[in-house]
Structures are given as structure tokens and as C-alpha cells.
């Protein structure tokens, strides 16, 4: 059972990446990504794959986040931190099921190149659980002017316990602004 927590608090970890497309975005990117953002907008689709005592399940999923307080800050030496506290309403398979003050905190590297953004040597925890991920992430600049950025990505983790297994697969876009 301790993977099925894992599992979840894996799905609300993803919460430094994920969001709905925004229909009007233009695309531009002519601002600077140094500097502190604030997260207005998280969203996300995904599915769970657990393999828990010989027993296989799958659920399908939709994460909106909401009364956000989070901030995420590139440094211009190629570092990042960001943290936050959010609520999620999480919508699948005919339930819809309220987290309330999911928290976490982050850490890593970044380097641009063209519209990516490559994060390494990622480090996190996020709360309830404590549960912690290390993991190389990509993420896509969707826009970036001197007030707005809105970021794309896709992400898999595998989570293992034991002989228990987890597969979760995000895809989404955060919106931030300054």
C-alpha cells in the first residue's frame, strides 16, 4: 500500500513542471529566465501504472492546482530553487479527489539551449511524505517575455518498494510571472 502513496505523492511532485495550454500565447521568448517567477497557473494530465503484490493497475488522470503560493528562481550561474505550497484537485476515472497544502521544495541545475531548458542534478521533497526524487528533466519555453513564462513538459518516474513497482507519466505546462 505504501506504493500506492508513493505513487500519488509522485503525481503532486511533478508540481515544479505541468499546466493546460494557454490559447493565447504568442510564443514569444525575448525575455530574461533569471530572475524569481511566481506560479499562477498549474495544470496537468497523466496515467499511473503500479504493480503492487503480482496485482497490475492503471488510472488515468487530470490535476488541477489551485490557491497557489509558489515561486520558482533560475540564477544566472546556472542554478535553480524553487518551493511552494498548492492545493489539488485530482479528476479520474469518476472521481474527483482534493488535496489540500501539498508542499515542496527544489533544487538544480539549468542550462538553455534554444527553447529547452535541461534540468540536472534535480533534487526535491515534497510534502505530505517527505517523499524525495532525484531525476534529469526537460522542459520547453513556450514563452518567455519580461513578465510572463510559460513552461512545457513531459516527465516518467518510476517509483520501487520492495517488489512493488510504480509508473507515472506527466505531460503539462506551468505559467509563472513576475
Known amino acids: 500500500m505504501n506504493i500506492i502513496r508513493l505513487s500519488l505523492l509522485g503525481i503532486f511532485f511533478v508540481t515544479l513542471i505541468s499546466c493546460s495550454k494557454d490559447e493565447g500565447t504568442n510564443g514569444e521568448t525575448s525575455g530574461s529566465l533569471t530572475g524569481q517567477w511566481n506560479l499562477t497557473e498549474f495544470e496537468y494530465t497523466g496515467f499511473s501504472e503500479s504493480n503492487i503484490d503480482g496485482m497490475s493497475m492503471r488510472a488515468d488522470y487530470q490535476g488541477i492546482a489551485e490557491n497557489i503560493n509558489a515561486s520558482l528562481t533560475f540564477h544566472s550561474n546556472g542554478t535553480f530553487e524553487s518551493e511552494g505550497v498548492y492545493d489539488v484537485i485530482l479528476k479520474g476515472e469518476g472521481m474527483t479527489i482534493p488535496y489540500r497544502g501539498l508542499s515542496y521544495t527544489s533544487s538544480g541545475n539549468y542550462k538553455v539551449s534554444g527553447k529547452t531548458i535541461d534540468i540536472t542534478n534535480f533534487q526535491g521533497t515534497s510534502t505530505p511524505g ?49
Do not use: C, H, P, W
Open 130 to 178: 517527505a517523499y524525495a526524487v532525484a531525476s534529469e528533466k526537460e522542459m520547453t519555453i513556450v514563452e518567455l517575455t519580461k513578465n510572463t513564462l510559460i513552461l512545457d513538459f513531459t516527465e516518467d518516474i518510476t517509483i520501487t518498494e520492495d517488489d512493488d513497482t510504480a509508473f507515472i507519466s506527466n505531460t503539462g505546462q506551468y505559467v509563472y510571472i513576475r
